[in-house]
């Protein structure tokens, strides 16, 4: 048998390489030996570990979705904390995700000063979002997890996934944010993001979500 490090795997950015029957133990040596400071992801589920490497329109999209989303909590006076792409795993579950951003809104104040997570004690993030460019988003380990919401951003369309009895059912809103059209605006201003920008484009958000909070009956 031919054992391989993992620093001669060299995997280009937009494409992912999967491994089967990997042990858990395996997988924390995996984790340990690429450390938290790299561009590659991660994702584990019952054995199978795939590790993918972003392109500069998932990296960018994530950005600007979780700005976003840190615009809306500010402005509407929601109190969260951000993990980011914080490693989400559970050795009982055999799952293991790291999303493209996550957030701790319902829960956030179990989260204050944590800096360690173990999901054996902490809830789950209330949020998690991915950007899919070149790969699916798997959903088991969500699920598993329990993550109440999914957002999915593919083909510059915006997609909530809701989990409900321990499934992901599809929504065109999202319980976090009720009654604001976010899968419409989300969408619209990702594609503005093109022409003009993130920075503009992050600007125009905060004055749209202003006008939002502003009219009747919000």
């Known amino acids: ?30 984790l340990d030996e690429l450390g938290q400071h790299r561009a590659a992801r991660l994702a584990y589920s019952n054995g199978t570990l ?12 994530k950005e600007l979705i979780g700005d976003m989303v840190k ?3 500010e402005e509407l006076e929601i109190d ?15 799952q293991g995700i790291e999303p493209d951003q996550s957030f701790y809104i319902q829960n956030y104040a179990r989260m204050i000063g944590k800096r360690r997570i173990d999901l ?25 997890l329990g993550v109440p919401e999914l957002w999915r951003f593919e083909s510059g369309q915006l997609y909530i996934s809701v989990l409900r009895n321990g499934q992901y059912l599809d929504s065109q809103t999202s319980p976090t944010f009720a009654g604001i059209p976010i899968v419409e605006i989300f969408s619209e201003f990702v594609q503005q993001s093109l022409v003009e920008g993130s920075s503009t484009t992050l600007r125009a958000f905060r004055r749209w979500t202003r006008e939002w909070c502003e009219r009747p009956n919000n």
């Open 120 to 144: 054996t004690v902490d809830p789950p993030p209330d949020l998690a979002i991915e950007v899919d460019v070149t790969s699916k988003t798997q959903l088991n380990a969500y699920k598993a």
């Open 50 to 61: 795939e590790i993918r490497m972003p392109l500069p329109e998932h990296e960018v999209d």
């Open 1 to 30: 048998m031919v054992t391989l490090q993992l620093r001669q795997l060299d995997v280009p950015p937009g494409h992912r390489v999967m491994f089967h029957d990997i042990s858990w133990s395996e997988f924390e040596l995996i």
């Open 80 to 94: 969260r904390e951000c993990f980011g792409s914080t490693m989400f795993k559970r050795e009982d579950m055999a």
């Open 71 to 73: 615009i809306l909590l």
